[in-house]
């Protein structure tokens, strides 16, 4: 394996003694990223058909408005959750291969070189302040919440569309995608030495066990709230314009 890392950096960027197809998942990546940020930058700049009835698209909750303020309400809200994933320790993994090719994969010829200093320098050591972004991340996870249950209330009485499964479907992916963070983990438990020192110990083990469970599929989870919380921004503003009709199942 040290001969292969070594003949990789020295045939240069992309070469590797691997007979897998190693690009594909990196590839894969690139082009989810970016059909992704394409359309949640487009649709923050606009700033329209983000409300209708009791729906309100995640992009914008909590819905912030103020006379001083002139352009998309989205921008005031959008940078939370966008700082939160952008510092994802998956995240990270996923887009330096995908985007910055450092390293695009394992033993194979990255940018980076021998120069390659890690998250300990500007500007990624910025990325430390994952756990800072947690916490207001899980503030705007709580909006949503609220979000999900004014969903099933059309004008004072309680109801079910598909706007409204939607949009609980869409905060269920991102509780587990964001109480499955790593950052979380280690609040929940991490930090203890010791499990069996008191009943409020013995009870953080099994919150760090629950926490722990998500955990294993963190990258899943991340990749199904992306999607989740796209689409249900993107029903929104299909009932918002006319294009859609939503179903009332109740």
């Known amino acids: 394996m040290n001969d292969t890392k070594t003949a990789s950096r020295t045939a240069g960027l992309g070469s590797t003694a691997r007979h897998d197809a190693w690009w594909i998942e990196p590839a894969t990546v690139a082009i989810g990223f970016g059909i992704f940020i394409v359309y949640a930058t487009w649709r923050v700049l606009e700033g329209a058909y983000y409300e209708w009835g009791p729906y309100l698209s995640p992009f914008y909750s909590p819905k912030l408005a103020f006379d001083w303020w002139q352009w998309s309400p989205a921008i005031l809200v959008l940078w939370v959750p966008a700082l939160f994933r952008a510092t994802c320790y998956y995240y990270r993994k996923a887009y330096y291969r995908a985007y910055f090719w450092d390293p695009p994969g394992c033993a194979v010829g990255h940018l980076g070189g021998e120069r390659y200093s890690g998250e300990s320098k500007f500007p990624l050591i910025f990325q430390n302040l994952h756990r800072y972004f947690l916490y207001l991340a899980i503030i705007v996870l709580g909006f949503l919440w609220y979000d999900a249950i004014v969903s099933f209330n059309f004008e004072g009485s309680f109801g079910i569309g598909l706007g409204s499964l939607v949009l609980l479907g869409n905060v269920l992916f991102l509780s587990n995608y964001t109480f499955g ?30 926490v722990s469970k998500l955990n294993e599929h963190h990258m899943l989870w991340a990749w199904v709230s992306l999607f989740s919380v796209g689409f249900a921004d993107f ?16």
């Open 181 to 210: 963070c790593h950052a979380f983990r280690h609040l929940i438990g991490g930090r203890l030495n010791c499990f069996s020192c008191s009943q409020a110990t013995k009870t953080q083990l099994k919150a760090w066990q629950v």
């Open 235 to 250: 029903y929104v503003r299909m009932l918002a314009t006319g294009t859609f009709t939503d179903i009332r199942l109740f």
